[in-house]
């Protein structure tokens, strides 16, 4: 755009300096006339046969000061367009690379949200777990005492048991009969 618009003042100035070239040449020739002029009325003479090519000088200036502008004009939408597409990709591009990382972002957060989440239960779960193993081992330790009490006591009313016949045996037969 830049280079369309430097193009165009390029011309306009082009335009411009011919324009103000064709004027000085025109008003030295007009005044080399008016000054060489014998009577009065060849000075107006003078100036109206001039004033017919300047007016037409002025109206082709004009015409070409259009065109320059069409063009241009012309030029810039051209470029405006080829422009707009590439700006319409990269937009779309930059767009497309936002959500990306955005959603990955978004991903990671909700990932740190979780493991945060998992090891603030974990010590729970792991105090939990761990008080019902000692409750369960607590208790089949005293379920496993009171057998092992039961068992000794059974032992221990057998062998008192047995250590009493011997002797109720021997009283009897040691008593007269």
Same mark, same amino acid.
């Given at each position: 755009?830049?280079?369309?618009?430097?193009?165009?003042?390029?011309? +306009?100035?082009?335009?411009? =300096?011919?324009? &103000?070239?064709?004027?000085?040449?025109?008003?030295?020739? #007009?005044?080399? !006339?008016?000054?060489?002029?014998?009577?009065?009325?060849? +000075?107006?003479? +003078? #100036?109206?046969? $001039?004033?017919?090519?300047?007016?037409?000088? =002025?109206?082709?200036?004009?015409?070409?000061?259009?065109?320059?502008? #069409?063009?241009?004009?012309?030029?810039?939408? $051209? +470029? !405006?367009?080829?422009?707009?597409?590439?700006?319409?990709?990269?937009?779309?591009?930059?767009?497309?690379?936002?959500?990306?990382?955005?959603?990955?972002?978004?991903?990671? #957060? =909700?990932?740190?949200?979780?493991?945060?989440?998992?090891?603030?239960?974990?010590? =729970?779960?792991?105090?939990?777990?761990? &008080?019902?193993?000692? &409750?369960?081992?607590?208790?089949?330790?005293?379920?496993?005492?009171?057998?092992?009490?039961?068992?000794?006591?059974?032992?221990?009313?057998?062998? @008192?048991? @047995?250590? !009493?016949?011997?002797?109720?045996?021997?009283?009897?037969?040691?008593?007269?009969?």
């Amino acid at each position: 755009m830049s280079r369309s618009l430097f193009q165009t003042a390029q011309q +306009v100035s082009e335009l411009h =300096l011919q324009m &103000a070239q064709t004027i000085l040449e025109d008003t030295a020739s #007009t005044s080399q !006339a008016m000054i060489t002029a014998d009577k009065p009325t060849e +000075v107006f003479t +003078v #100036t109206a046969s $001039r004033a017919q090519p300047t007016a037409d000088r =002025l109206r082709a200036y004009q015409q070409q000061l259009s065109r320059i502008a #069409t063009d241009t004009q012309t030029k810039l939408i $051209r +470029v !405006a367009g080829e422009h707009a597409e590439e700006t319409a990709r990269a937009a779309r591009e930059f767009t497309d690379e936002v959500t990306r990382i955005t959603s990955e972002e978004t991903e990671r #957060t =909700l990932r740190q949200q979780q493991d945060t989440m998992r090891q603030l239960a974990n010590p =729970l779960d792991s105090m939990v777990d761990s &008080a019902a193993r000692q &409750a369960r081992a607590a208790m089949g330790n005293g379920h496993d005492a009171a057998e092992h009490a039961g068992q000794a006591a059974g032992h221990a009313a057998q062998a @008192a048991a @047995a250590a !009493a016949r011997p002797a109720t045996g021997a009283r009897r037969e040691g008593q007269p009969s």
